[in-house]
């Protein structure tokens, strides 16, 4: 690396660089070291990589990069941790370092990087754009003409792989489905904003709808601005730490804290990086107050449940077996566990079977399933192997990424199986009371 270039490794405070004690503890839960057995691919071999570069023992290389890429970020190793290791911060600045050392650039890959993450992401209306166009091939009929026609087989392997991943985009996004004001059902016992999100937005906008509709009948005013920002999770989880700080400011002046009771997030991934907004601004000296009150505020929709109390809906539907993903970055990111579980058994009809293996990574891990897809894969089949052992016909998860690839798995592997966020049962479980059935 140049001289006088930022090491994000380097400038990192030495606590967090050394507190690894070498254990071990973590080994048996990192899904990338059981497939291989190799301690390079674990927490532990990552870890000490990390800090002999730090120490000026290694340099930024390419296999370096290759490395840090090869790890999940599924942050499972944190949760095993009896020292307390901040995995999830290393691994940021880590790939930090990878991006400001360019060991991975090739043409093609800085190509799709300042497309997707440095232009697309960066301004919601480009991605809404996209999606729209999206929507447009898929709604003419071209994506199933395309399938069915056998033309696809003429692409090469990855572009097919990546076709069969392509998100259904829905008809209406969020802003189309929810007011920017909806007032509390009854009486108002909290203001809260709501963040629809990016991917979420275009794939699974009702959710966004029944998280809203969820809030107003526990009580909560939601404000939901049409317009919204990026949460920067994707950039500051891909080494772009200056682009992921922008959006942290912008969505600190949009939403300022102190206006409201809880920030809700109903994306697991989302929820763990919105929650680090200080630590990400932690030397900007006009917005680090704020963020800490903001880490506060920022409640994923569950946790904020548990913490109001949900109003039980009423028992009319017959009795369903579902059963609980976890997503990586609300369990072992945000230690958000028991709450969905609360939630899901709240609901009178439901009977919760317990998934083995419930917090292990389906393999989606933000675009992971996109840059390193056998590994993706293997975990994937390994998640629905477990799924289809409870002999639930229902799977519950809180993570756009964890619901987009469970639903594309269960689809290449013809499974009967619905993949929903547990809040939509909970809506579905208020609306039947209304006459209006679930439709899962
Ligand atoms: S984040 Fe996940 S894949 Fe990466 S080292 Fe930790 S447990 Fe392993
Ligand atoms: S990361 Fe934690 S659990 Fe893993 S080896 Fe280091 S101290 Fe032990």
């Given at each position: 690396m140049p001289s006088g270039t930022i090491s994000h490794l380097k400038d990192l405070d030495y606590s967090v660089v050394q507190q690894?004690?070498?254990?071990?503890?973590?080994l048996p839960t990192c899904p990338t070291y059981v497939a291989t057995k190799n301690e390079r691919n674990s927490p532990r071999g990552r870890i000490a990589l990390m800090r002999a570069i730090a120490d000026g023992d290694l340099e930024v290389s390419r296999a370096f990069g290759e490395e840090m890429y090869f790890c999940l970020g599924c942050l499972a190793c944190m949760s095993a941790c009896p020292a307390g290791v901040n995995y999830a911060e290393l691994f940021e600045h880590a790939r930090a370092e990878v991006e400001t050392a360019g060991v991975l650039g090739t043409p093609k890959r800085n190509l799709i990087r300042a497309f997707a993450i440095k232009w697309l992401f960066m301004d919601l209306r480009r991605l809404q754009l996209a999606g729209r166009a999206l929507l447009l091939y898929q709604q003419l009929g071209l994506q199933t003409v395309l399938r069915t026609s056998g033309v696809l087989k003429l692409l090469p392997r990855r572009l097919r792989e990546l076709e069969a991943i392509t998100p259904k985009i829905q008809e209406h996004f969020s802003s189309d489905l929810i007011p920017p004001l909806l007032a509390a059902t009854g009486q108002k016992r909290f203001r809260v904003a709501m963040l629809t999100g990016c991917a979420q937005d275009l794939i699974f906008s009702d959710i966004n709808r029944d998280t809203v509709e969820v809030l107003a009948r526990n009580g909560c005013e939601v404000l939901t601005p049409p317009e919204q920002h990026c949460c920067g999770s994707l950039h500051a989880h891909n080494g772009e730490w200056a682009l992921a700080q922008d959006l942290a400011r912008r969505n600190l002046d949009q939403f300022p804290p102190a206006a409201f009771d809880a920030i809700v997030t109903n994306a697991g991934g989302c929820g763990s990086h919105l929650k680090h907004y200080s630590h990400l601004l932690n030397d900007d000296a006009e917005y680090r107050e704020r963020a800490a009150l903001w880490d506060r505020k920022v409640k994923d929709i569950h946790e904020w449940l548990a913490e109001i109390g949900v109003r039980p809906p009423p028992t009319e539907q017959p009795i369903r077996i579902v059963t609980y993903h976890e997503s990586c970055h609300l369990s072992h990111g945000q230690k958000v566990v028991n709450q969905p579980r609360q939630l899901l058994r709240a609901i009178p009809e439901l009977q919760l079977v317990e998934l083995p293996e419930s917090s292990w990574c389906c393999g989606s891990a933000g675009v992971y399933n996109i840059t390193q897809p056998e590994m993706a894969e293997e975990l994937l089949e390994r998640k629905l192997r477990h799924i289809g052992s409870t002999g639930a016909n229902i799977v519950a998860t809180g993570n756009p990424g964890c619901l987009l690839q469970l639903i594309n798995g269960a689809r290449v592997r013809g499974m009967q199986l619905k993949v929903v966020h547990p809040v939509s049962l909970l809506a579905e479980a208020y609306r039947a009371n209304q006459g209006i059935p679930a439709n899962v």
């Open positions: 690894c004690m070498h254990c071990g503890l973590c």
